[in-house]
C-alpha cells in the first residue's frame, strides 16, 4: 500500500481530476531514495546543522557557496539568503523535531520535518519548504494537521516556504482536515491500484 512523504501527500491532496491521478502514479513508480538525486539535501543539512550545531547561518551561505553543481550553487545561495532573511537577528535555541508517520488505512504518511527551534519559550516543529512552486495555505494546512494530530501538542507546528520567507500557521478545522485526510487516502488507495 502506498507509503508517501506529507510533502508529497498535500500536493496530491490538493490535487484534482488527471493531475492527481499523474501525480499518484508518479509516486507509485518512483524509485528508492537516492541521496545523489536529493536535489535540496546539502543546502537542507546546512541549515539543520546551523542550528543542531550552532555553526550559525555563516555555515548555510558556506555550504552554498561550497556547493560544486553551478545550477544548485545559484538556488542554494537564494535559498541561504532568504533564510537568512527569515531568521534575522533572532538566536534559536534547537531541538529535535519529532518524526513519525500518520498511517490510516493500509497507507502510511511520513512526517519529517526538519527543524526544531524553541523561540521565547515556544517549542516550534518546522517542516522546511525548498521548492521554487509557491505552497498554498491549503497545501501547508495539510502538513501541518498531519504533524499535530501524530504529536504532542506542547509544540506549534508550521510549514516555512523559504524562498517567500513565509512561516505559515494552521488554519481551519483541526477535525475537518483530519477527515479530509482520510478521504484523500481512500482515493489514493482506490487509484494506486489501478495506475
Known amino acids: 500500500m ?3 512523504l506529507m510533502k508529497e501527500f498535500s500536493d496530491i491532496a490538493i ?4 493531475t492527481k491521478i499523474s501525480k499518484i502514479r508518479r509516486e507509485k513508480n518512483k524509485t528508492d531514495y537516492n541521496p545523489a538525486q536529493d536535489y535540496y539535501k546539502q543546502i537542507r543539512e546546512a541549515i539543520i546543522a546551523s542550528h ?4 550559525g ?3 548555510i551561505l558556506k555550504a552554498a557557496d561550497d556547493c560544486s553543481n553551478p545550477k ?3 538556488n542554494y545561495k537564494l535559498i541561504a539568503t532568504k533564510y537568512k532573511q527569515w531568521q534575522g537577528k533572532k538566536d534559536y535555541e534547537w531541538f529535535s523535531p519529532p518524526r513519525g508517520a500518520f498511517n490510516f488505512s493500509g497507507s502510511e504518511i511520513v512526517l519529517n520535518p526538519e527543524i526544531g527551534l524553541i523561540d521565547d519559550g515556544v517549542m516550534h516543529v518546522i517542516k522546511l519548504y525548498f521548492s521554487e512552486e509557491k505552497i498554498s495555505q491549503n497545501r501547508a494546512n495539510y502538513m501541518i494537521h498531519l504533524m499535530s494530530e501524530q504529536f504532542s501538542d ?3 507546528y508550521h510549514v516555512l516556504d523559504i524562498r517567500r520567507k513565509k512561516l505559515f500557521n494552521a488554519t481551519g478545522n483541526h477535525n475537518t482536515f483530519i477527515i479530509s485526510t482520510r478521504s ?8 494506486w491500484d489501478s495506475v
Do not use: D
Not at 490535487?15 to 488527471?18: D, I, L
Open 57 to 59: 547561518i555563516s555555515h
Open 72 to 74: 544548485r550553487k545559484s
Open 2 to 4: 502506498p507509503k508517501i
Open 154 to 156: 506542547t509544540y506549534q
Open 15 to 18: 490535487s484534482s481530476g488527471t
Open 52 to 55: 543542531l550545531k550552532g555553526l
Open 184 to 191: 484523500e487516502i481512500a482515493g489514493l488507495e482506490t487509484a
